[in-house]
């Protein structure tokens, strides 16, 4: 059993084209992954990847503790279902089953041993005999299925196993291959473009598209938490109903209007909790999201209500789908329209063409995306929240509370916007707050504090103690002040970039041969930067090279880095210091190298103006700049 580690994985063809992009995650053993999306999405490409039968461009891929990147396929003790079940035609159910076995030159009493407890788990004892032509397209999946349990692999890996087969039988074996999960007690990775299969069998779902992992979550998160518009509208059916619209706050409440309708709900601005501030006074085009189910023909149901234009309606058996739009003056009754609207009712229900009803809507799942990035406003973790703020006589007043502000924060007096992020707020001793709620947001623990008007979002740790009542820090280098749209002053940047060569020397080392001691050439690796040379380990060098290509030494890189991962010292990079940043608990060099500007964590007090840097590179980001991708 294994778990598994991708790490910055990418897939390039020699023509250019991204097939997978920076695909980061981590599988616990045990687990049942689905990779899915839309075809040419990128997810058999990653599971292929994963077994060896592409090569990774850049990236690392670990199974267990040990890095595969370069391991044979039969070495990486993983097996692999096929959509196409890739038997031997003229061997038996048991010769097939048995025959990667006989190349391992197992014993045949262990060989038998393993053929037939596979058998017995999938129920095809009776047809060891039989040749696949014999038997059925599900009788034939659960073969391919049993060659590869009786290697009792690390890791099971499915590529669509199940599309071969009609409706009936591929329910019957999606149940049956959780089953097989559950007994063998491995880790499964399973590619499907089918949602059903993927709500219904993983344990976490991986959402792609164009070669971009969308979200990575558990199927209920997916469903009740979708990241963007293309999760929402993939995951669920029928898929998510979206309409162009705009919200508006006047005071604790917010006008939500759907365009080219008459519809306007009144909510209260507590659902907006975590909405970007920004979407709440209707100067940017939002896209609203509710599902099917959260609609009711029963006006009643729910305390917010529309009036819509039946079209049609499907009868379901358990339920009806009533199709209807809710611009009741469209004339279109066929046609698919921005206002269209699906509404899951009771069995039975029936109304004609063309009738007006009145429906209610349940705005506690509401969804809501940016109509130009298709964003959710309000993600599970809000990244930052805007609010109110005075400056005056060096202090900032917000929230009730005044904060002396320090030297590196020289803003004018006035009024300003000022966006305290998510990761700012740590539980301290400087602001008063209250916990409204606390959420397990995929094993963090995220807090909701109100503070004066407004709620502020905070990560804390598992063996932080958190009361009804607590007090808050919010880190100053981090927030940002602006007036009338205009950015007057930023959060320190955290992210410093460097261009970079790697280089490869000819040296002499000393190796023992035969029992002696002897000289013999090898290469060594630098990395070279601005004016300064860093020793460049083997294992960080072979991964550019590897994913870079022989001519990687002639490739400008970029090392990224934050201000914690680069050090004064006494040799290094030239810098000089433009000015030094004074946060109050910290200080930052700002540096420049070359036209670069590098921002440097110093001690209190520093005030030299040229200085050496030193770089770490195995703790940075190394980017190839041509084509974007990350190789360490």
């Not at 599309?163 to 990775?189: P, W």
């Not at 059916?237 to 917010?254: A, Y």
């Not at 410093?496 to 040296?507: F, M, P, Q």
Request: with cysteine; net charge negative; glycine share 6%.
């Amino acid at each position: 059993m294994a778990s598994l580690n991708l790490s910055h994985i990418y897939k390039v063809y020699p023509n250019g084209k991204k097939a997978v992009n920076d695909f980061s995650m981590e599988i616990a053993d045990k687990e049942f992954i689905v990779f899915v999306g839309p075809s040419g999405c990128g997810k058999s490409t990653t599971l292929r990847m994963i077994a060896g039968l592409e090569d990774i461009t850049a990236g690392e891929l670990r199974i267990g503790d040990v890095v595969v990147n370069d391991v044979e396929p039969k070495d990486r003790d993983i097996a692999m279902v096929f959509q196409n079940y890739a038997l031997y035609p003229h061997m038996t159910v048991y010769e097939n089953m048995a025959f990667g076995l006989r190349l391992r030159k197992l014993p045949k009493e262990e060989i038998d041993r393993k053929v037939r407890e596979a058998a017995e788990i999938l129920g095809i004892t009776e047809y060891l005999d039989k040749k696949p032509k014999e038997m059925s397209g599900g009788q034939r999946q659960r073969v391919a299925l049993g060659r590869a349990i009786v290697r009792s692999p690390k890791v099971m890996l499915l590529d669509e196993p199940l599309s071969n087969l009609d409706a009936k039988l591929r329910n019957a074996m999606r149940s049956e291959i959780s089953k097989l999960h559950h007994k063998l007690q491995t880790t499964f990775i399973y590619v499907t473009h089918d949602q059903v299969e993927a709500m219904t069998m993983g344990t976490r779902i991986v959402v792609m598209r164009d070669g971009y992992v969308q979200q990575i979550d558990t199927p209920r998160n997916l469903y009740q938490y979708p990241g963007n518009k293309f999760v929402a509208g993939f995951i669920g059916t029928p898929q998510m109903n979206f309409f162009e619209g705009k919200l508006v706050q006047e005071g604790d409440v917010v006008h939500i209007t759907f365009d080219n309708t008459s519809v306007q709900l009144d909510a209260p601005v507590s659902l907006f909790n975590k909405t970007s501030r920004a979407y709440l006074d209707g100067s940017k085009k939002v896209i609203i999201g509710l599902r099917a189910e959260h609609l009711s023909v029963n006006p009643d149901a729910h305390p917010y209500r529309a009036k819509c234009r039946v079209s049609h309606v499907e009868e379901l058996g358990t339920d009806c789908q009533v199709y209807a739009d809710f611009n009741t003056e469209s004339e279109d009754i066929v046609g698919e329209s921005p206002t269209t609207v699906i509404i899951k009712a009771p069995a039975g229900s029936t109304y004609d063409v063309d009738q007006i009803i009145e429906v209610s809507l349940d705005l506690n799942h509401l969804h809501i995306f940016d109509a130009e990035t298709e964003e959710s406003i309000a993600p599970r973790i809000p990244s930052e929240v805007v609010v109110d703020g005075v400056v005056k006589g060096g202090k900032l007043q917000l929230l009730g509370n005044t904060i002396v502000l320090p030297e590196a924060i020289a803003a004018e007096d006035g009024e300003y916007d000022v966006a305290i992020p998510t990761s700012a707020v740590s539980l301290g001793e400087d602001i008063a707050a209250k916990v409204v709620e606390e959420e397990n947001v995929n094993g963090q623990r995220l807090l909701q504090l109100q503070v004066g008007d407004r709620v502020l979002f905070s990560i804390v740790g598992d063996d932080e103690q958190v009361g009804a009542s607590v007090k808050i820090n919010i880190d100053l280098k981090q927030i940002k002040l602006s007036r009338e749209g205009e950015v007057m002053q930023q959060p320190l940047n955290l992210v410093n970039t460097l261009e970079a060569r790697i280089s490869k020397h000819k040296v002499v080392v000393e190796k023992e041969i035969n029992g002696k001691v002897k000289k013999v050439p090898d290469l060594a690796f630098t990395l070279d930067v601005a004016d300064a040379v860093f020793d460049c380990s083997r294992r960080i060098a072979l991964r550019l090279v590897n994913g870079g290509g022989q001519n990687i030494f002639d490739k400008k890189l970029n090392l990224q880095f934050s201000p914690y991962q680069i050090t004064v010292g006494e040799e290094g990079i030239s810098a000089t210091v433009e000015k030094v940043l004074d946060y109050g608990k910290e200080a930052f060099a700002v540096c420049h190298v070359g036209e670069q500007v590098v921002n440097v964590s110093v001690e209190k007090g520093f005030d030299a103006a040229e200085i050496k840097l030193s770089v770490d590179p195995e703790v940075m980001a190394i980017i190839e700049v041509d084509r974007n991708i990350r190789l360490a």
